[in-house]
C-alpha cells in the first residue's frame, strides 16, 4: 500500500488512539509490534501486519514498508516515545493479529517430534527465552497452560527474539484437557524434575515427546505426577536452575535440532 505523505501530529489520531487501546488490553485479538526486528520478522513469517506507524524523521524505512499490503503511516517522532513501552523508542511501531492458536489436535505425529509445554511461568521475559530456546532445539509448537504470562506481552515476544512468530502457539490450556489429549495422539509427557528422575543424558527420547517445564516458584500440575520425569545432576549446593536454562538443555538434550 503507498506511503501515505501527510504525518500524523495530533494524539488524537485514531490510529495513535487505536494503539494505546491494544496496549492498554481494551482490543482482544490484536497485538503491537515494536522495533524493525519484531515487525520484520512477522512479515516475513507471512503474518497480517495492518497498521505501521514510523517516525517522522525514519520517511526512509518508511518508503521501503509502502510496497507492503500494510498501512504505513508516517507520526511525528515525539507522539510515537508517548506510545512505547520501552525506555527508548524504535520509532516504529505496527499492528497486526494475534496469531490463531495451535492446540494438540493440530500437532503432527511424526515418531520424533518435539512440543514444549509451559506451565507456571508467571515472568515473560523468561517466556520469550523458552520460546528462543525450544525453535532452535528444533521444537514444532509451545503449549501453554493456563495461569501463566501471555505470550503475546511485549516483553515476551522481544525476548523471544521472532520465535513467538514463528512456532505455532497455544495459550489457556487445561494441563488436564492438554495430557489427555497428548496421551491420545500416542505422545509421551516428559517432566522437569529438580530431583529423582532419569539423567537427561541417558534418557530415552525416542518418539513424538511434549517436555513439560514450569516456573522455578510454581507447583507443576497435578498431572504431571503421571508423567516420565527426567532430572539434570548438578554439582555442589545448588537448589535449581533457572527455568530457561534447565529447558534449554533439556531441549537440546532430546535430539530434535540435528
Do not use: Y
Amino acid at each position: 500500500m503507498p506511503l501515505d505523505p501527510e504525518i500524523i501530529r495530533s494524539k488524537q489520531n485514531p490510529a495513535l488512539k487505536r494503539v494505546g487501546a491494544i496496549l492498554a488490553g481494551k482490543e482482544v485479538g490484536a497485538l503491537v509490534l515494536e522495533g524493525d526486528r519484531l515487525i520484520d520478522d512477522a512479515m516475513s513469517a507471512g503474518h497480517a501486519v495492518e497498521l505501521i506507524l514510523v517516525a517522522a524523521d525514519r520517511a526512509e524505512r518508511a518508503e521501503g514498508l509502502g510496497q507492503s499490503a500494510a498501512q504505513v503511516r508516517l507520526v511525528e517522532p515525539g507522539l510515537l516515545e508517548r506510545l512505547t513501552s520501552l525506555t527508548t523508542s524504535p520509532g516504529i511501531v505496527a499492528v497486526t493479529t494475534v496469531p490463531a492458536s495451535a492446540g494438540p489436535a493440530q500437532l503432527e505425529t511424526t515418531g520424533k517430534n518435539l512440543v514444549l509445554v509451559v506451565a507456571g511461568v508467571s515472568d515473560p521475559g523468561n517466556l520469550g527465552a523458552l520460546a528462543r530456546a525450544a525453535e532452535a532445539a528444533g521444537a514444532s509448537a509451545i503449549l501453554c497452560v493456563e495461569g501463566g504470562t501471555s505470550p503475546w506481552n511485549p516483553k515476551a515476544m522481544r525476548g523471544s527474539m521472532g520465535s513467538l512468530l514463528r512456532l505455532p502457539i497455544a495459550f489457556g490450556l487445561n494441563a488436564n484437557d492438554l495430557a489427555a489429549a497428548l496421551k491420545a495422539k500416542g505422545w509421551r509427557s516428559v517432566t522437569a524434575a529438580t530431583r529423582g528422575g532419569a539423567s537427561h543424558t541417558s534418557f530415552d527420547w525416542s518418539g513424538d515427546v511434549a517436555l513439560w517445564v514450569t516456573g522455578e516458584t510454581a507447583e507443576p500440575p497435578s498431572v504431571c505426577a503421571d508423567f516420565e520425569p527426567v532430572t539434570i545432576p548438578m554439582a555442589g549446593g545448588v537448589e535449581s536452575l533457572n527455568v530457561t536454562v534447565a529447558a534449554a538443555l533439556l531441549l537440546f538434550a532430546t535430539g530434535r535440532n540435528a
